[in-house]
């Protein structure tokens, strides 16, 4: 059975950091695509960063160049580093696994953890 935990998020000012963190058991990070999805109160959910098993990222262009995604394989963790923070990156963040990168979908996701930056 999966289980994606993730932890990291809080109340910031904009500019700030955050590094949030998703620690999995029952499926190996880096035979996945690992992503990070958000989800604001009355928009659609987005994949903010996503992260393949041969390593390679994608980001959203709204945080391209701000946000960095990573993985700890010897940890089993994926990580999400957002600088830079903007009142717009207000959302509840997701950690999600599928099968591959271009032809499947999110089939595990974690609970979510909040992220709210005031200006």
């Known amino acids: 059975q999966v289980h994606l935990v993730e932890s990291g998020g809080g109340s910031v000012q904009a500019g700030g950091s955050l590094r949030l963190s998703c620690a999995a058991s029952?499926?190996?990070?880096?035979?996945?695509?690992m992503g990070w999805l958000r989800q604001a109160p009355g928009k659609e959910r987005e994949e903010v960063a996503r992260?393949?098993?041969?390593?390679?990222?994608r980001y959203a262009d709204s945080v391209k160049g701000r946000f960095t995604i990573s993985r700890d394989n010897a940890k089993n963790t994926l990580y999400l580093q957002m600088n830079s923070l903007k009142p717009e990156d207000t959302a509840m963040y997701y950690c999600?696994?599928?099968?591959?990168?271009?032809?499947?979908?999110?089939?595990?996701w974690g609970q979510g953890t909040q992220v709210t930056v005031s200006s």
């Open positions: 999600a696994a599928r099968a591959d990168c271009w032809f499947s979908g999110y089939a595990d």
């Open positions: 029952g499926l190996i990070v880096s035979r996945y695509c």
């Open positions: 992260i393949g098993s041969d390593g390679s990222t």
